[in-house]
């Protein structure tokens, strides 16, 4: 059986996301997307706007956005995001705000929130949310130099936990596909669903 059709899927689907990280993962189960698209849609969090329901509108903004241009395809998105308490932590693109993150999470446990959508040829929409927890252990500055140090924190939220990050985490509550970039098992139950 070819991996193009492994899972006896009607249709193939297009990625909405450039992240490397989710491509991986849904090839490393064999779902091979037919076209990956990065939409441009504005991610500015909304007034009052709690994580799980930012990340879920964001997510479900990519998959209609691209769907926009590839009406009756299927299109599956999603969106990661940290939160502590109600606060997002945000995408870090300079060194004090990849050590303000880290001074945040360090010690704590917070929560990977990861968004999917999946759009259907017929437009009927699947929309979740998975949470998982991770515990940090307490950062010393010689770690928070060390993870510095890696750049595996530019541009992303937080980190990168499959990096050298992985070496401070205590522990790991839900879905470690879902932290890293998509949650796998729901992805593919959402597939076989609707196809």
């Not at 991986?24 to 990956?36: D, F, G, Y």
């Amino acid at each position: 059986m070819s991996n193009s059709n492994f899972w006896n899927l009607k249709s193939g689907f297009i990625l909405a996301s450039a992240s490397v990280n989710r491509r991986a993962l849904l090839e490393s189960v064999r779902l091979i997307p037919t076209k990956i698209i990065s939409p441009e849609i504005d991610e500015r969090q909304l007034e009052g706007e709690l994580p799980a329901r930012y990340v879920k509108r964001i997510a479900t903004e990519k998959a209609k956005a691209v769907s926009l241009t590839h009406p009756g395809e299927t299109i599956v998105a999603a969106d990661t995001v940290l939160a502590v308490g109600r606060r997002l932590i945000r995408k870090a693109y300079t060194e004090e705000e990849a050590r303000a993150n880290l001074n945040l999470l360090s010690g704590r446990k917070h929560r990977v929130l990861t968004g999917i959508c999946v759009i259907s040829p017929s437009g009927k929409i699947i929309s979740k949310v998975n949470t998982s927890f991770v515990t940090m252990k307490k950062l010393d500055e010689s770690d928070i130099r060390l993870i510095l140090a890696s750049n595996e924190w530019k541009g992303v939220a937080g980190y990168q936990i499959e990096g050298v990050l992985s070496a401070f985490v205590k522990q790991i509550s839900g879905s470690y596909s879902s932290i890293v970039g998509i949650p796998v098992y729901e992805t593919v139950q959402i597939l076989r669903g609707i196809l």
